[in-house]
């Protein structure tokens, strides 16, 4: 494994286009095999598949691999990291013929908000007033609004980012107040564990702070409807709980070469 980006960026040109119709058929095979198993999920849980987006979580993976899944379907694309916006951005948007989503679902630092809002419409790890306030100036800098989730920590695990669940009414309250910014919905990461009981309560939890929300009938938080939880591993729980957004990766593209 590679530890740090500069050593990643050694070792794969992430801008490249070009891959192989083995790796393209692969990946196509693997998005039309999560789609109908998303399908399922929701069917089972007495939803519509239309009420739940596949997002393709795409770090570490190069313009061609991603632009194969949007080929095969996809129509919204996550980044974790904001170099690798910042890289592939301009290409996926230049070759994309339809609608395509863009989120940052990974960690943003305040100097690299002007960096990716020409590509993304979407940052999902807000976990702050004071980060929702830098991305609001920016934006209105810009020209533009910004789509934001808050990040919510519903485990409890130090070692998760994310505002604590009690935090979540303030901050919206505070970001309601902001200019250039839609609150669209909350976020989470599941807990690390076995225990099915235990994952879905986490998202059940996200999914009734959103409800709890809503049921004020504040209209500065009635975008707040989208619930982004639910990774390769959990997310026929995440629908079961109410997911509008699961976000997979290795389920789309395979194991990961690098960190």
């Not at 940052?123 to 209105?140: H, P």
């Not at 976000?247 to 194991?255: D, E």
Request: overall charge negative; glycine content about 8%.
């Amino acid at each position: 494994m590679v530890g740090t980006m500069t050593a990643y960026l050694e070792h794969k040109d992430l801008t490249r286009r070009d891959i192989s119709s083995k790796r393209a058929d692969q990946i196509a095979e693997n998005v039309h095999r999560c789609l109908d198993s998303l399908a399922q999920a929701a069917d089972q849980a007495g939803r519509r598949p239309s009420d739940v987006q596949l997002l393709a979580a795409t770090k570490t993976r190069d313009v061609g691999e991603i632009m194969a899944a949007v080929t095969a379907g996809i129509t919204l694309i996550g980044e974790n990291r904001p170099q690798e916006v910042v890289l592939k951005g301009g290409a996926i948007r230049a070759e994309s013929t339809s609608p395509l989503g863009f989120h940052l679902i990974g960690q943003l630092q305040s100097n690299k908000i002007n960096k990716i809002l020409p590509y993304v419409d979407t940052i999902e790890s807000v976990d702050s007033a004071s980060l929702a306030r830098k991305i609001s100036d920016r934006a209105l800098a810009a020209g533009k609004t910004a789509r934001i989730f808050l990040e919510v920590n519903v485990s409890g695990e130090e070692s998760k980012s994310g505002c604590q669940p009690q935090q979540v009414g303030q901050l919206a309250d505070q970001i309601a107040s902001l200019p250039a910014l839609t609150l669209a919905g909350l976020m989470t990461v599941g807990p690390h564990v076995t225990d099915e009981s235990a994952i879905r309560h986490a998202y059940s939890d996200l999914r009734q702070l959103r409800d709890g929300l809503l049921e004020q009938n504040d209209p500065a938080w009635a975008s707040c409807t989208d619930l982004s939880m639910g990774m390769s591993q959990d997310y026929p729980l995440a629908v079961a709980e109410g997911a509008t957004i699961v976000r997979l990766g290795t389920a789309i593209f395979g194991p990961r070469a690098f960190v």
